[in-house]
């Protein structure tokens, strides 16, 4: 599998597809680009596809400390992007999903389409005025306070309980815990481009500039903030449609990839 050098930092990326249209993916907090296979898989002989490991994930090395996080991953995404010839289709999960919205919006000239499942970016609520972002404080603080505390295996913990499938915790391996736990920090380190008020992430205003055709997917079952997210974001992008997969929640490309991969088929017109 490739790997390429981008300043201090090792990236590792995985490669698929014999076809002749071009994909990158980028996938959520605490997983790896592993949890893009059954994707890759299923879109294989009609995309030329990479999927990249994020900073601290999967086998790429830990991030800079004096570097956004965010930031990180936009440049890694963009290098790997760039190795190529032709503007992309984006996918991401979560803060993938918020990665794939900062290439859109400073480098239109390297996408096709960007399709996003659930972008965790919170902080557009707040540029909205909207008061879903108090109840976003409120739910996600408890986690960040385990955090503050050490208490990293009971915050590893209460993230999967809130974002995963439910119930996995319990059914998991030790092996696969220390995994979480050890990716929890990326929590913290994600706050200041997802959530909180600062000059250097992305705003509302900069959704309006986002000219490629841009498809939201959220699951029917998952937290209110996402409904809320989605919305806003749709509403702002100029080129943008919401669909909604009943009975999913946020790990929707897992447990619900029939309705996922015929989305994706239909948006990427395949």
């Known amino acids: 599998m490739p790997d390429f050098k981008l300043g201090e930092i090792s990236y590792f990326w ?3 597809g014999t076809g002749s249209v071009p ?5 959520c907090s605490l997983a790896s ?3 893009w296979g059954a994707t890759m898989a299923e879109f294989d002989s009609v995309l030329s596809i990479s999927a990249i490991d994020l900073p601290g994930h999967g086998r790429t090395d830990m991030p800079l400390e004096d570097v956004d996080i965010q930031e990180q991953a936009l440049q890694a995404s963009i290098a790997v992007i760039e190795r190529g010839d032709k503007p992309v289709h984006l996918l991401g999960h979560s803060f993938g999903g918020a ?11 390297l996408v096709r389409s960007v399709a996003m499942v659930e972008p965790i970016f919170f902080a557009v609520l707040d540029d909205a005025g909207h008061p879903a972002f108090e109840d976003v404080k409120r739910t996600e603080g408890p986690i960040q306070a385990l ?6 295996r009971a915050a590893a913990k209460l993230f999967l309980d809130r974002w995963g499938t439910g119930g996995e915790w319990d059914s998991m391996s030790e092996e696969r815990k220390q995994i979480m736990i050890s990716r929890i920090w990326f929590v913290t380190r994600s706050r200041a481009s997802v959530m909180e008020r600062n000059d250097a992430r992305m705003h509302l205003q900069d ?3 986002i000219k490629a055709p841009t498809l939201l997917m959220r699951g029917g079952i998952s937290p209110e903030s996402i409904k809320h997210v989605n919305d806003t974001l749709c509403a702002a992008i100029p080129n943008a449609r919401q669909v909604v997969i009943k009975g999913a929640g946020h790990m929707l490309p897992l447990t619900h990839s029939v309705e996922f991969f015929a989305l994706l088929r239909e948006f990427w017109q395949l």
């Open 99 to 109: 990665v794939a919205l900062r290439i859109a919006s400073e480098r239109p000239d």
């Open 33 to 35: 680009s592993r949890a």
């Open 23 to 27: 994909a990158h993916f980028i996938h």
């Open 207 to 209: 959704m309006y500039g």
């Open 14 to 16: 995985r490669e698929a």
């Open 147 to 152: 955090l503050d505390k050490g208490e990293n």
